[in-house]
């Protein structure tokens, strides 16, 4: 009858093991980032949803600025022990609603290593082969990246617009929220809506 059934539902639930879930992030289907700063194939993964062993260090594809290969490895080296010092600079610097109000490492790594306008050269070209960064600032601008030509990346390596490394979500010391945008002549680009809804949301106000 039911009263049986319910009670071997319980049974099977009592004796079952507990499972202390690690959160992951992949956005890939080779790779995946724990929030321990594993990287692991997904088939790596333990029951408790963590990295059971490390394929090899994240920061083997980041350079020193931290800007790395792929996202996995971005959101892997940033949660580490490596990224501290940056992450801590990222929080003090940031000029963006979700870096400054991310309630931890993992959080904020996440959303600082995705692309964004300052990660590409003419919005069609990425600026570097490591494209996602977790520092204070976006990739270096390398030769033979723009799919324009060789002459205008050439060009706009000569140009401070282009060749500097100042990331728009990055400013100095005690600046100013820029996004969400306080004024209606600027918007928050598409990729970061759905971030900032979700933490509108979490506060218990209404989204941008």
């Known amino acids: ?22 959160r992951r992030y992949g956005a890939s289907p080779v790779a995946v980032a724990d929030s321990r700063g594993g990287l692991c194939a997904p088939d790596g993964l333990g029951e408790d949803g963590c990295c059971c062993a490390a394929d090899r260090p994240p920061c083997d594809r980041c350079d020193a600025s931290g800007c790395c290969a792929t996202y996995e490895d971005c959101v892997a080296c940033c949660v580490g022990d490596a990224g501290g010092a940056q992450r801590d600079e990222v929080r003090r610097r940031a000029t963006h609603a979700v870096l400054r109000r991310a309630k931890s490492d993992f959080e904020l790594c996440r ?32 030769a033979g990246m723009s799919v324009n030509s060789d002459a205008e990346t050439a060009a706009a390596l000569a140009a401070s617009v282009h060749g500097g490394v100042a990331d728009p979500y990055v400013g100095e010391v005690g600046a100013a929220l820029v996004f969400p945008c306080a004024t209606d002549t600027c918007s928050v680009p598409d990729q970061d809506v759905a971030a900032l809804e979700k933490l509108a949301r979490r506060d218990g106000g209404a989204p941008p």
Request: glycine residues 8%.
């Open 1 to 22: 009858g039911t009263g049986r059934s319910d009670a071997a539902k319980k049974d099977r639930k009592r004796s079952s093991p507990r499972r202390t879930s690690r």
């Open 111 to 142: 959303f600082r290593c995705l692309t964004n306008s300052g990660s590409v050269l003419h919005q069609n070209s990425y600026r570097s082969r490591r494209p996602h960064c977790f520092g204070t600032t976006r990739p270096r601008l390398e």
